[in-house]
C-alpha cells in the first residue's frame, strides 16, 4: 500500500466536513473516490495533498505514520494533485506553470528558460497534448489548462496521483486521452485516486472504488462487484431512479429573440429564440461557440452585428449592466471564479446582484439581507450552517444554487446556463435541474448549454445544435444522441480544441 486513511476528522466553524473518512490506495491501482458534493471527497484529498491539516485520524505513508504541513511536503514523498478548478499563474506561459516552484537556475539565480521551453515542448509531445510550451495560459479554455495541471504533475515524477474532476471540461478526443494518460500511470506502478461524477467514465478506469457520504466511508471494494444502481445508492442513501425526467410545459410568448448575431471569427449569424416556460437547450462540441454566444448575450464581449430582443421590446446590450437591467441572468462554466464571490458568506453572495433592494440612502440594511438570504437558502435547499457560512466552502451543487438564486433574487426573466451541472454529483444534478424546471413553470426562459448529451436530451424542450460558431440545426425534444453528434461533428485542428478565440 502507498496510502492509508483512518478515521479522518475535519471541521471548519463547527461543521464536520469530514467525519469517519478511510481509504488505501496500492501502487499501480486506479482508485475511484464517489460521493455527492458535501460528501468530503475534496476535503479528504486535500489533507493527502497537504493543503489543510485533519483535526483527527492517522494517515500512513508506505506504511509510516506521516502528517503533511503544506503541499510542498506531499510533493516530496512524492504526492500531486491535478485540481477540477485551475491553480495555474494565468499571466505565466505553459512552460512555466509546469515547472513553476521547479526551475531550473543558472549559478546567480536565473532562470534556464530555454532549457525550460524545451523540456515542457517533450513532455507535451510524449502525450499528445495541443499545447505549446510558449502559450500564456490565460488565452487557454478550461480543457487547455487542465492539460498543464495534469503535465505538472506528472513532469514531478510522483508516485501517487489525485485527479479531481480532470475530464469534466474535456471534450471526448481529450476524455480519452486522459485515460491513456491514467493508464500509462498505472503501467508504472503509480497509484491513481481518481474523483469523478461522470458515472460512464467508471468501466474505463477503476480497480477499486471507496465512496463517501455525510463525511463518512460508507465503502469500499473492487468496483465490479458494484452495479451503476447500488453506486447510486451509496452515493445519495436513497433511490435515484429519475435522475433526469422533466415533463415539458407549455410554451408562451418570445423572452429572447436573437437574429443575425455575429462576431468576427467567433459567431456568425445566429438566430434563436426562447420562450416564456421553455428550456432551450443548446449543443455542440468544445470550440462551438456556445459559451461566446452566452458571453456576447450578457455583454462581455461584442457583437459587430445582430439584434437582440427580451421580453419584445429591442435591447442593446454592451455590458453587463445592461444585460442584468434587461432581464437577463447568466451562470456561468467557471463558478467559483465568475459566479461567486467566494470569500464572501451565502447572504452578500445571494444580494450582490441587487443591491438596491436591501438598502435604503445608500446604506445596507443588514435585517433585510438576512431576512432575504433566509428566504432563498430554504427556497433552493441550500445545505449550510447559517447565511453567513463563506461560500466558497460550500460543496459544487449548493454553490451553483447560491448562483441561481442571485439572479432569482433580481427578477431575472431569462437565464443562461452555462454547463450548470459542470462538477457536481447526481443527486446534486437532479437538485439543479428541479430549480430549473421549476423556473421554467413560473414563466422564465433558460437557454441552456451543456456538454452531457443525455441531460440535454432529456431536460431541454427542443435542442439547437452549433458547429465553428454558426447554428447547424434545431432537434425536437426527443432526438437521438446520434442525431445531434451529426448536426455538430466537425474537423478541428488541435489549437481550436484548447485555445479560445480572442
Not at 467567433?266 to 459559451?291: C, F, P, Q, S, W
Not at 454566444?293 to 445592461?322: H, N, Q, W, Y
Given at each position: 500500500m502507498l496510502l492509508e486513511l483512518t478515521a479522518i476528522q475535519k471541521?471548519?466553524?463547527?461543521?464536520?466536513?469530514?467525519?469517519?473518512?478511510?481509504?488505501?490506495?496500492?501502487?499501480?491501482?486506479?482508485?475511484?473516490?464517489?460521493?455527492?458534493?458535501?460528501?468530503?471527497?475534496?476535503?479528504?484529498?486535500?489533507?493527502?495533498?497537504?493543503?489543510?491539516?485533519?483535526?483527527?485520524?492517522e494517515i500512513l505513508w508506505r506504511g509510516k505514520a506521516v502528517r503533511f504541513r503544506n503541499?510542498?511536503?506531499?510533493?516530496?514523498?512524492?504526492?500531486?494533485?491535478?485540481?477540477?478548478?485551475?491553480?495555474?499563474?494565468?499571466?505565466?506561459?505553459?512552460?512555466?506553470?509546469?515547472?513553476?516552484?521547479?526551475?531550473?537556475?543558472?549559478?546567480?539565480?536565473?532562470?534556464?528558460?530555454?532549457?525550460?521551453?524545451?523540456?515542457?515542448?517533450?513532455?507535451?509531445?510524449?502525450?499528445?497534448?495541443?499545447?505549446?510550451?510558449?502559450?500564456?495560459?490565460?488565452?487557454?479554455?478550461?480543457?487547455?489548462?487542465?492539460?498543464?495541471?495534469?503535465?505538472?504533475?506528472?513532469?514531478?515524477?510522483?508516485?501517487?496521483?489525485?485527479?479531481?474532476?480532470?475530464?469534466?471540461?474535456?471534450?471526448e478526443a481529450e476524455t480519452v486521452e486522459v485515460f491513456r494518460i491514467v493508464e500509462t500511470l498505472r503501467q508504472r506502478d503509480v497509484g491513481v485516486i481518481y474523483i469523478t461524477h461522470r458515472l460512464e467514465e467508471?468501466?474505463?478506469?477503476?480497480?477499486?472504488?471507496?465512496?463517501?457520504?455525510?463525511?463518512?466511508?460508507?465503502?469500499?471494494?473492487?468496483?465490479?462487484?458494484?452495479?451503476?444502481?447500488?453506486?447510486?445508492?451509496?452515493?445519495?442513501?436513497?433511490?435515484?431512479?429519475?435522475?433526469?425526467?422533466?415533463?415539458?410545459?407549455?410554451?408562451?410568448?418570445?423572452?429572447?429573440?436573437?437574429?443575425?448575431?455575429?462576431?468576427?471569427?467567433?459567431?456568425?449569424?445566429?438566430?434563436?429564440?426562447?420562450?416564456?416556460?421553455?428550456i432551450v437547450g443548446l449543443a455542440g462540441l468544445v470550440g462551438a461557440g456556445r459559451t461566446e454566444l452566452c458571453r456576447a448575450l450578457f455583454g462581455l464581449d461584442a457583437m459587430d452585428a445582430g439584434t437582440v430582443k427580451v421580453c419584445g421590446k429591442a435591447v442593446r446590450i454592451r455590458s453587463p449592466r445592461e444585460a442584468v437591467r434587461a432581464g437577463l441572468a447568466l451562470i456561468p462554466e467557471d463558478r467559483q471564479h465568475a459566479g461567486l464571490a467566494t470569500s464572501l458568506p451565502i447572504l452578500h453572495n445571494l444580494t450582490l446582484a441587487h443591491l438596491d433592494s436591501v438598502s435604503r440612502f445608500g446604506f445596507l440594511r443588514a435585517g433585510a439581507e438576512r431576512s432575504l438570504a433566509r428566504e432563498y437558502t430554504e427556497r433552493l435547499r441550500i445545505k449550510a450552517s447559517s447565511p453567513r457560512q463563506i461560500a466558497g466552502r460550500l460543496s459544487g451543487g449548493n454553490q451553483q444554487k447560491i448562483v441561481i438564486a442571485k439572479w432569482l433574487v433580481r427578477g431575472a426573466k431569462v437565464f443562461l446556463f452555462d454547463e450548470p451541472t459542470?462538477?457536481?454529483?447526481?443527486?446534486?444534478?437532479?437538485?439543479?435541474?428541479?430549480?430549473?424546471?421549476?423556473?421554467?413553470?413560473?414563466?422564465?426562459?433558460?437557454?441552456?448549454?451543456?456538454?452531457?448529451?443525455?441531460?440535454?436530451?432529456?431536460?431541454?424542450?427542443?435542442?439547437?445544435?452549433?458547429?465553428?460558431?454558426?447554428i447547424t440545426g434545431e432537434l425536437p425534444r426527443h432526438a437521438t444522441q446520434q442525431e445531434v453528434m451529426r448536426l455538430a461533428a466537425f474537423d478541428r485542428t488541435p489549437a481550436e480544441a484548447v485555445e479560445r478565440p480572442q
Amino acid at each position: 500500500m502507498l496510502l492509508e486513511l483512518t478515521a479522518i476528522q475535519k471541521n471548519f466553524g463547527g461543521v464536520a466536513a469530514l467525519r469517519d473518512g478511510n481509504m488505501s490506495v496500492a501502487a499501480g491501482e486506479v482508485h475511484l473516490l464517489m460521493g455527492e458534493n458535501g460528501a468530503g471527497k475534496s476535503t479528504l484529498m486535500k489533507i493527502v495533498a497537504g493543503m489543510i491539516q485533519p483535526d483527527g485520524g492517522e494517515i500512513l505513508w508506505r506504511g509510516k505514520a506521516v502528517r503533511f504541513r503544506n503541499p510542498a511536503d506531499a510533493a516530496a514523498q512524492g504526492i500531486a494533485m491535478v485540481h477540477q478548478e485551475s491553480l495555474l499563474a494565468p499571466h505565466l506561459s505553459v512552460a512555466e506553470n509546469i515547472f513553476l516552484g521547479r526551475e531550473e537556475r543558472l549559478r546567480f539565480g536565473w532562470v534556464k528558460r530555454q532549457s525550460m521551453m524545451e523540456r515542457a515542448a517533450r513532455i507535451i509531445e510524449a502525450h499528445g497534448f495541443p499545447l505549446r510550451a510558449e502559450w500564456k495560459v490565460e488565452r487557454l479554455s478550461p480543457a487547455g489548462k487542465q492539460m498543464v495541471e495534469i503535465c505538472r504533475a506528472i513532469q514531478q515524477g510522483s508516485s501517487l496521483l489525485i485527479f479531481d474532476e480532470p475530464t469534466s471540461s474535456l471534450s471526448e478526443a481529450e476524455t480519452v486521452e486522459v485515460f491513456r494518460i491514467v493508464e500509462t500511470l498505472r503501467q508504472r506502478d503509480v497509484g491513481v485516486i481518481y474523483i469523478t461524477h461522470r458515472l460512464e467514465e467508471l468501466r474505463h478506469l477503476g480497480d477499486r472504488v471507496t465512496v463517501l457520504r455525510d463525511g463518512a466511508t460508507v465503502h469500499a471494494g473492487p468496483l465490479a462487484a458494484l452495479t451503476t444502481d447500488q453506486l447510486i445508492h451509496l452515493m445519495v442513501g436513497r433511490e435515484v431512479s429519475a435522475i433526469y425526467e422533466r415533463q415539458p410545459g407549455t410554451a408562451g410568448e418570445p423572452l429572447l429573440e436573437v437574429a443575425g448575431l455575429s462576431r468576427k471569427g467567433v459567431l456568425e449569424d445566429i438566430g434563436v429564440t426562447v420562450r416564456a416556460g421553455e428550456i432551450v437547450g443548446l449543443a455542440g462540441l468544445v470550440g462551438a461557440g456556445r459559451t461566446e454566444l452566452c458571453r456576447a448575450l450578457f455583454g462581455l464581449d461584442a457583437m459587430d452585428a445582430g439584434t437582440v430582443k427580451v421580453c419584445g421590446k429591442a435591447v442593446r446590450i454592451r455590458s453587463p449592466r445592461e444585460a442584468v437591467r434587461a432581464g437577463l441572468a447568466l451562470i456561468p462554466e467557471d463558478r467559483q471564479h465568475a459566479g461567486l464571490a467566494t470569500s464572501l458568506p451565502i447572504l452578500h453572495n445571494l444580494t450582490l446582484a441587487h443591491l438596491d433592494s436591501v438598502s435604503r440612502f445608500g446604506f445596507l440594511r443588514a435585517g433585510a439581507e438576512r431576512s432575504l438570504a433566509r428566504e432563498y437558502t430554504e427556497r433552493l435547499r441550500i445545505k449550510a450552517s447559517s447565511p453567513r457560512q463563506i461560500a466558497g466552502r460550500l460543496s459544487g451543487g449548493n454553490q451553483q444554487k447560491i448562483v441561481i438564486a442571485k439572479w432569482l433574487v433580481r427578477g431575472a426573466k431569462v437565464f443562461l446556463f452555462d454547463e450548470p451541472t459542470r462538477g457536481i454529483d447526481v443527486g446534486a444534478k437532479a437538485e439543479v435541474f428541479a430549480v430549473m424546471d421549476t423556473l421554467a413553470r413560473s414563466g422564465a426562459g433558460i437557454l441552456m448549454v451543456s456538454s452531457e448529451l443525455p441531460e440535454l436530451l432529456q431536460v431541454a424542450d427542443r435542442i439547437v445544435v452549433m458547429r465553428q460558431g454558426r447554428i447547424t440545426g434545431e432537434l425536437p425534444r426527443h432526438a437521438t444522441q446520434q442525431e445531434v453528434m451529426r448536426l455538430a461533428a466537425f474537423d478541428r485542428t488541435p489549437a481550436e480544441a484548447v485555445e479560445r478565440p480572442q
